[in-house]
């Protein structure tokens, strides 16, 4: 019953969350990011990318976001709740000049806060040229916890498309680091704060790509 009636007010509260846009850069609570923000998908053919939050230690209400990418280079084919043992009772999304806009309530955390909470999965068909990187962004309007209260101002983090394939590995013991490359290390900071290390791709030419692991930089403490 307690839970109907907390599952009632979410429902309520979907009317106070208006589409919006904004973007910035950090991994707080009520941010959004892109669980693995570097994927490659061949010309014509299609791939995804997972949409979390991460909600902390606050119990995950509902969030309204927005995703932007190139329509020229990438057409959505999806968007969907993310399975896992996370599935949303409620996500409503539309599709505009390249951007997706949508509202979702989670029901995996209505009861405790679970950290990391999946949102959405977005599927697409590559529709540039091999050799293509569609840089995604994504911003948060707004996200409530459990008890309707307005959770901290989310940022949102991107992440990007590589048209192509990747290349076979030659590098046996482990992925290759390239942290003073600043084209590279530009693009990491896009989907991760500074201080971390994230899984990149780079072209070698005629479409293929190499994973590359690149760290985003040393976080200056006295900032």
Same mark, same amino acid.
């Given at each position: ?37 570097? %994927? ?6 299609? &791939? #995804? ?7 902390? /230690? !606050? $119990?995950?209400? @509902? ?56 949102? %959405? ?6 529709? &540039? #040229? ?7 962004? /994504? !911003? $948060?309007?707004? @996200? ?74 040393? /976080?200056?403490?006295?900032?």
């Amino acid at each position: 019953m307690a839970f109907l009636k907390t599952l009632g007010r979410f429902c309520c509260s979907l009317s106070f969350l208006l589409f919006g846009a904004q973007t910035a850069h950090a991994q707080f609570v009520g941010d959004i990011f892109f669980v693995n923000p570097s %994927v490659v998908a061949p010309a014509g053919g299609t &791939g #995804s990318l997972d949409l979390s939050i991460f909600s902390g /230690s !606050s $119990v995950f209400g @509902a969030v309204k976001a927005s995703i932007r990418f190139d329509s020229t280079k990438l057409r959505v084919i999806d968007v969907e709740p993310i399975a896992a043992g996370q599935p949303l009772l409620t996500l409503k999304w539309k599709l505009v000049d390249g951007e997706i806009r949508f509202i979702a309530v989670n029901g995996a955390s209505l009861v405790e806060p679970i950290g990391t909470v999946g949102l %959405v999965r977005i599927t697409f068909r590559a529709i &540039g #040229s091999a050799g293509d990187t569609v840089q995604i962004s /994504s !911003s $948060v309007d707004q @996200a409530i916890g459990a008890d309707q209260s307005v959770l901290r101002q989310g940022t949102g983090f991107g992440a990007e498309v590589n048209i192509g394939v990747v290349a076979a590995a030659t590098n046996t013991k482990g992925l290759a680091t390239l942290p003073t490359d600043p084209t590279v290390v530009d693009r990491a900071r896009r989907t991760r704060p500074i201080g971390h290390v994230v899984n990149m791709h780079v072209h070698e030419g005629s479409g293929k790509y190499a994973e590359t692991s690149v760290s985003t930089g040393v /976080s200056d403490a006295t900032e």
